[in-house]
C-alpha cells in the first residue's frame, strides 16, 4: 500500500516538473534551408537533480530554397553549449533534394541543461551545414560536419556507380545477388558494446603494450607503419600510431579504424581514431589519441588492426577506399556499408528490385 | 562429664559476651574440669593487661581529633589509589533529544546521498571502503564511468553517461542499422527509415 502511495506521488511530481518544451530553431537568413513545419511531439523537459533532462523528438519539415541539389544536412540540437550531454547533432546523408523540393528531418536526442543556465530556449536546433550535389558546403560547420559529410557523399557515389555498373554487366539478377549478399552482411555483422571515455585513466590492472597490425591499400596515400595501445585486460587506452604520406600532397586530417580481436579470435570494428595534422608530402608523422575504449567484461583484448578509412587533403579534396579495397574480406565482414548502400538496401527489402532499379536511374 | 569448651567460648565467657544458656553450661564444665579453668584464667589474666596497658595512655587524648585524623589518613589513601588505579569513565547519560536530533540529522544525510549522489560515485566509494577493510595495497581499479562522461555504442543503440546518469539515444522502437564511436568523444547512430529508405544519423558528444 506504501509503495503504491509512493509511486503514484512520484508520478505527481514528475508529471508536474515536466513541463512544455521552450524553443528554438535558428536558421540563417542566407540558409539554403527554410523551415516548412515543425512538430515537436512528445519533447519535454523534466527537474533531474541540477539539471533539465531535455526530451527532444521533433519532426522537421525543411526546404531546399537553395539553386542546387542538395545531398546533406547536418542540425546541431544544443541545450547547452559546453556541458557534457548539452549538446547532440542529427545528419540527413544521401539526400537528392532539388531546388523547392521538401525533405523531413527527424530529431530524437536526449539533452541535458543545468538549472539555471540562463535565460532563453530549452532547446535550440541550429543549421550545422548543408551539403550540394557539387560538393560546396554552406554553414559554421562548428561540428565538421562539412568533413564527414562529404565522406557520406563520395562513398555513397563510390557504391551508386558499382550498383549501377553491376546492373549494367550482371544484370538485374546480378544486383539482385548483391542486394541480398549486403543484406546478409549486415545482419551479421558483429556489433558488440563498446564504452569510450576521453582522458587517461590513472590506475589500472597491469597493461601491456599491443602492437597494431595493417590492412594495406594499394591506392591508400597514407601508409600505416607502426602503432601500439595499452591493454588491461577488456580495455585499450592511448592508440598511438605512426602515418606516412605516400602521396604528392599535404594531408589535414585522416581517419584509421580500429579493428580489436579478443581471445576466441572473433574481430569487430571498435572504434575510428580521427587525427588533424599537417602531413607533407612523404613525410611521416604520429597519431595520438589520449582516451580509452572498453569492452564487455568477459572480451580479452588479444590484437587489433588498423586501416585508413579516410583521408582530406590540404586543398580540400578526399580520399576513401575503393569498392575493390573493401572486397579484402576482414573489412567486407566488419566496416559497415555505407549510408547509400544502406538506403538502397532497405529500398530493395521495401520496395522490391523494380524500385532499386529506378532510384539508380535517378542520378 | 561434659565436652571442653571451645578457646573461642572460654575467650567470650571471660568478656562477659556468651548467651546465657551457654554460659551456664560453661561455667557447669568450669567447675569439674582442671584444665579448661587453666585456660579461662590465662585469658582473664590476658584481659587484665590489655585493661592495664590502656589505663597507661595520656590522659588528654582527644579521641574525636584522632578518629577524624584517621578518616582524614584514609581518605588521602583513597585519593593516592585513585590516581594510580586505571579511571574507568562513566558514561555520560545521554538525553532523548540530543540522540532524536541526532538521529533526524542521520536521516536527513542518508536522504541527500541518495537523492544526489550518483549510483556509481557511491559504488566506487564502496568498493574503496571494501578495500580499505580488506587491507588492499593498491586502490581499487577506477571504473571507466568514474573518469567522466562516457559514450558507448551497441547493438540496441547510443548513448552518453555521466554521473551515474545515461541519456539514451532512441527512435522509439527502431533499432539502428550502425554504431559508431569516435576517439575524438562522439558516438554516432544510423537509423533507416523502414518505408523511405531515409538514413538519419544521430551524434552525441563528451564535449
Known amino acids: 500500500m506504501s509503495s503504491r502511495l509512493t509511486i503514484s506521488f512520484l508520478a505527481i511530481a514528475l508529471a508536474a516538473g515536466a513541463q512544455t518544451l521552450s524553443r528554438k530553431i535558428e536558421l540563417p537568413k542566407d540558409s539554403p534551408v527554410t523551415l516548412v513545419s515543425a512538430d515537436w511531439g512528445e519533447s519535454s523537459a523534466t527537474p533531474r537533480g541540477g539539471a533539465f533532462l531535455v526530451d527532444v523528438h521533433a519532426g522537421l519539415s525543411l526546404r531546399n530554397s537553395s539553386q542546387r541539389r542538395i545531398r546533406g544536412v547536418t542540425l546541431a540540437v544544443v541545450a547547452q553549449e559546453v556541458t557534457p550531454g548539452g549538446k547532440g547533432s542529427v545528419s540527413v546523408p544521401s539526400l537528392d533534394v532539388a531546388p523547392g523540393d521538401t525533405f523531413p528531418v527527424r530529431i530524437d536526442l536526449p539533452l541535458l541543461r543545468p538549472l539555471g543556465a540562463g535565460a532563453g530556449p530549452l532547446v535550440e536546433v541550429q543549421l550545422d551545414g548543408v551539403l550540394f550535389d557539387d560538393l560546396n558546403f554552406y554553414g559554421p560547420d562548428k561540428l565538421h560536419s562539412r568533413r564527414t559529410m562529404t565522406v557520406w557523399e563520395l562513398e555513397a557515389r563510390r557504391d551508386r556507380r558499382y550498383f549501377k555498373t553491376l546492373l549494367e554487366t550482371a544484370g538485374r539478377e546480378g544486383l539482385q545477388k548483391e542486394m541480398l549478399a549486403s543484406l546478409a552482411r549486415q545482419a551479421d555483422r558483429p556489433q558488440p558494446g563498446v564504452q569510450m571515455v576521453r582522458g587517461r585513466a590513472t590506475n589500472t590492472d597491469p597493461e601491456r603494450e599491443v602492437q597494431f597490425a595493417f590492412l594495406h591499400f594499394p591506392e591508400s596515400p597514407v601508409q600505416p607503419t607502426d602503432g601500439m595501445a595499452r591493454i588491461a585486460g577488456n580495455e585499450a587506452r592511448a592508440p598511438r600510431l605512426e602515418v606516412r604520406n605516400l602521396s604528392d600532397r599535404p594531408i589535414r586530417h585522416l581517419e584509421i579504424g580500429w579493428i580489436v580481436e579478443d581471445q576466441q579470435g572473433r574481430e569487430f570494428l571498435a572504434a575510428s581514431v580521427p587525427a588533424d595534422l599537417n602531413l607533407a608530402p612523404g613525410r611521416s608523422s604520429q597519431v595520438f589519441e589520449d582516451a580509452a575504449l572498453r569492452f564487455d567484461q568477459r572480451t580479452s583484448i588479444q590484437g587489433m588492426t588498423g586501416f585508413v578509412s579516410s583521408v582530406e587533403f590540404a586543398d580540400g579534396s578526399y580520399w576513401i577506399p575503393s569498392r575493390s579495397a573493401l572486397e579484402d574480406p576482414k573489412l567486407r565482414r566488419l566496416a559497415p556499408p555505407s549510408p547509400e548502400e544502406q538506403r538502397l538496401a532497405q529500398i530493395y527489402r521495401k520496395k522490391g528490385l523494380a524500385a532499386l532499379v529506378e532510384e539508380l536511374k535517378k542520378f | ?207
Open chain 2, 1 to 207: 562429664m561434659s565436652r571442653h569448651v571451645p578457646e573461642s567460648g572460654l575467650a567470650l565467657y571471660v568478656s562477659g559476651d556468651l548467651g546465657w544458656w551457654s554460659r551456664a553450661a560453661a561455667r557447669m564444665h568450669l567447675n569439674g574440669c582442671e584444665s579448661c579453668r587453666k585456660r579461662m584464667e590465662a585469658y582473664r589474666i590476658d584481659r587484665q593487661r590489655l585493661r592495664e596497658s590502656a589505663a597507661e595512655m595520656p590522659e588528654d587524648v582527644d579521641w574525636d581529633r584522632l578518629a577524624a585524623e584517621m578518616t582524614a589518613n584514609i581518605r588521602v589513601g583513597l585519593a593516592a589509589g585513585e590516581c594510580v588505579a586505571p579511571r574507568s569513565r562513566k558514561p555520560a547519560p545521554l538525553g532523548w533529544r540530543p540522540a532524536a536530533v541526532m538521529a533526524g540529522a542521520a536521516v536527513l544525510m542518508a536522504g541527500a546521498w541518495w537523492l544526489n549522489t550518483p549510483p556509481m560515485q557511491t559504488q566506487a566509494l564502496g568498493r574503496a571502503m571494501r578495500a580499505i577493510w580488506q587491507g588492499r595495497g593498491a586502490m581499487p581499479r577506477i571504473g571507466i564511468e568514474e573518469r567522466g562522461p562516457v559514450v558507448s555504442a551497441s547493438s540496441s543503440g547510443i548513448e552518453l553517461r555521466e554521473n551515474g546518469s545515461a541519456l539514451a539515444v532512441s527512435q522509439g522502437t527502431a533499432r539502428p542499422v550502425a554504431v559508431s564511436v569516435s576517439m575524438q568523444g562522439s558516438a554516432s547512430a544510423r537509423y533507416v527509415d523502414a518505408d523511405t529508405g531515409q538514413v538519419t544519423i544521430t551524434s552525441v558528444y563528451v564535449q
